[in-house]
């Protein structure tokens, strides 16, 4: 079976995707596309044979499409993703889930309405092999038990970011790590402030040094940067009671010349995560045409939101703040 995908928003990561679908995924078209821009749409559509269409809701109800793929604005994700679940229509959806933690609860309350996962949340750091490495170790008991997380995350230049973007839309990745790679829910959240960097936005707090504590007592750090200058490093490093495991971001070559030795620095999360987007994008079709929804559920989505709101709050004080979740429903458990 070929799933017929329509993809709403065709920005950087939408085009990807369409990009990925077609020529990387294996068993998927894409056969409908939208986004506000629509001169943009036009364009990307008529490149690859797509349905041009103007709205999300007119793509969501089109015939043409077994699944969607959400890859619009984070503002715009809670109404799309509401009218797949309406329309019962699969639907892989860029992180975060939704703008605020009460859009992300209704959506997990439609899908349990509805009865089954219908939604798969793009955290692709879940398919790289790194990350997927020390989860292996981790849940195989090589590291004995975990103590404590640290984590890099940090961009070469992000000339639009904002305080709270660097939580919601960057540091949302190491929630979601700490919590898939722990198997434990975070309890309360920290944010400390060095003074900002010369080349942050002005007003803007980057670095930001994240604290989160879990359930379970794991101490983790977050240090995001996202106007680094110098590249794209994503690192992470668990500490176990009997061993650690730790992926470094730099990437994989290592080259030697007479007196230096250098390795490659990505230069944005494109080529570093490039085969994770594809594994991500591959699972999550297989899954649609196997019809069970597999991967980053919706509660993982209000989970890591819920957590990114609670981070925000602490910019303000740099104190910590502790973390309310309702419980988690049967549905994904
Ligand atoms: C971007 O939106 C992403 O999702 C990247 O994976 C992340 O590393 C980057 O910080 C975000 O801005």
Redesign the pocket.
């Known amino acids: 079976m070929t799933v017929r995908v329509g993809v709403i928003g065709l920005g950087l ?1 939408g085009a990807d995707h369409v990009a990925r679908l077609r020529s990387r995924v294996a068993g998927a078209d894409v056969v409908a596309v939208c986004d506000i821009d629509s001169s943009r749409a036009k364009a990307i559509g008529e490149s690859v044979g797509a349905l041009v269409l103007s709205t999300a809701t007119e793509l969501v109800r089109s015939d043409a499409i077994d699944a969607v793929v959400v890859t619009s604005a984070t503002t715009a994700h809670a109404e799309a993703v509401l009218a797949c679940i309406t329309a019962k229509r699969p639907v892989f959806v ?2 975060p889930l939704a703008q605020t933690a009460q859009e992300c609860l209704d959506i997990v309350s439609a899908e349990m309405a509805h009865g089954e996962r219908l939604v798969q949340v ?1 955290f ?2 879940r398919f790289d092999p790194g990350y997927a490495a020390i989860k292996a170790s981790l849940d195989a008991g090589e590291l004995g038990v975990p103590l404590l997380m640290h984590n890099i ?1 940090r ?1 070469r230049t ?1 000339p639009t ?1 904002t305080s709270a ?2 939580i919601r ?2 540091v ?2 190491e929630i979601d790590a700490i919590r898939w790679l722990l198997a434990q829910e975070i309890q309360s959240a920290q944010v400390a402030l060095p003074r900002p960097s010369p080349h942050a936005p002005q007003g803007v707090r980057d670095p930001q040094l994240a604290l989160f504590r879990t359930t379970g007592g794991v101490l983790v750090d977050v240090e ?1 940067f ?1 106007n680094s200058q110098y590249g ?1 490093d ?1 690192r992470c490093e668990v500490v176990g009671s009997t061993g650690t495991a730790a992926i470094d971001g730099h990437g994989d070559a290592i080259w030697t010349r007479v007196g230096s030795a250098s390795r490659s620095v990505h230069r ?2 494109r080529s ?2 490039g085969p994770a987007y594809d594994r991500e994008l591959q699972a999550w079709v297989d899954s649609v045409a196997a019809g069970e929804a597999t991967g980053p559920s919706s509660w993982d989505g209000y989970a890591a939101t819920r957590v990114a709101e609670s981070t925000v709050s602490s910019l303000a004080t740099e104190r910590i703040v502790a973390i309310e979740m309702i419980e988690r429903p049967a549905l994904y458990a």
Request: aromatic share 12%.
């Open positions: 990561i860029e992180k793009g692709m750091r995350h961009n992000a970011a973007g660097l839309e960057s949302i990745h995001c996202a794209y994503v944005d999360w570093r995560f």
